[in-house]
């Protein structure tokens, strides 16, 4: 069941980032083609635009007159173009008919014989547009003249035009932003395909720390429950075995009062331990780093330490080499300590040694804490910081640990930059090194 849920979120991703990255895709096409097509057509447009600005220069020049510009200037308006101009013209009469025969007027002018149009006034006013005819595209524009302004030879001698249609063979242009299309769509087809692969790949890769945080959460449910589940069954039968006697003394029943309360000072650290790290994943807790004497701060922390090892005839020794205040948040290193030495203290037998050390190496705080002790092995490594795991799973209720002290150290390191390590001390024992940034 859980592996169909993560197969449908996983899908799910897949299905949103590959929708996401076509809409993106389409999008990019679309704005690279538009720009494409218009720059493609700016210098066509540009011509058509000089010619049509020369013939509404010529009517404005004209001054109006209804006259025929023949008498006042010997030859048809037609015959005097830019001499740059490199478009084409056709010419049409009151009714929108085509004037056959009209003389050449442009440098590409052979066309004016092989296109036929029939003029459409609802072309005035209107910006450039691309047309096929005679398996050639043109680029036109509609242009109207003044009355008695323009006139052109045709079929039946002089006409005057009253329409034309500038425009310019774009052919060449249209092949190629026909290939440039194709290329584009392919490139983008492909491209889209290689999309899905990264899609697929990072909707998997985005999985993994969720599945894995998931996964921790429920180990962390599991082990909880089990955890406070037991001491709190010891109590249970302590206490209804007390109620069973009702007449027994304090002394009588002295041992299951010392147990029960061994349970519930057990289950007091245990629910301390679980909500330090709860407010460690939801980033509740902050770090307040302030200039300490790590020096001074240390031995004032590991002074009892010193004293209880001595007790239990466990030497316990303690090495600091730090000249410089270091910016450190003081509650959670000491907690850091007291973690790492009851740690140190359970996993050590009576005669052996613990040295605690601190130095600066390369702008770093280093902490070392190292004991001769039972050791830890090479797949205890691997597991060390996992919440609730335990080397000795048999000794471990005897010492009183829950396996969440070397998570919460571990914690306590990361939020400070730091990192920190679980080495063999040899010839026995474990040393774990604490590196802190500067």
Known sequence: MTKLINRKQQIDNFATL????????????GVIFWIYTFTIYDNSDRVINQYVSYYQQSAIDDGGSDTD???????????????????????????????????????????????????DKNDLGESPKTVYKNKTYLRIQAVKFKKGTVVVPG????????????????????????KFQDVLIWSFVWAFIFALFFAYFVSRQSMKPILRAWQQQQDFVNNAAHELRTPMSVIQGKLETMLTKPTATIREESEAVILSLSEVRRLNSLTNNMLTLAKSGSNMTKIEKEKTDVQAFMVKVLSPYVEMGSLSDKQVKVDVDVKQKVAIDRKRIHQ?????????????????????????????????????????????????????????????RQTGGTG??????????????????VIDNKPKGTIFRVTLPL
């Open 404 to 421: 969440l002290g070397l998570s919460i150290a571990e914690w306590i390191v990361r939020a400070h930059n730091g990192k920190i390590t």
């Open 155 to 178: 079929g039946a001698g002089v006409q005057s035009a009253a329409y034309g249609y500038v425009f310019v063979d774009v052919t060449d242009t249209v092949v190629n932003l026909k």
């Open 336 to 396: 850091l300590l007291v973690l790492l030495m009851d740690n140190a203290l359970k996993y050590s037998d009576d005669g052996d040694a613990i040295r605690v050390s601190a130095k600066v190496e390369k702008k770093r705080l280093v902490i070392a804490v190292a004991d001769t002790g039972r050791g830890i092995s090479a797949e205890g490594k691997k597991h060390i910081f996992d919440r609730f795991y335990r080397e000795d799973k048999t000794g471990n």
């Open 69 to 119: 510009p023949t008498k006042k200037t010997g030859k048809s308006v037609t015959m005097a173009h830019p001499d740059e101009f490199r478009g084409n013209m056709l010419y049409f009469d009151e009714k929108g008919n085509q004037i056959e025969g009209q003389a050449a007027t442009g440098a590409k002018n052979v066309l004016n014989r092989k296109i036929t149009l029939k003029f």
């Open 18 to 29: 590959a929708l996401g990255l076509m809409v993106i895709f389409t999008f990019l096409a």
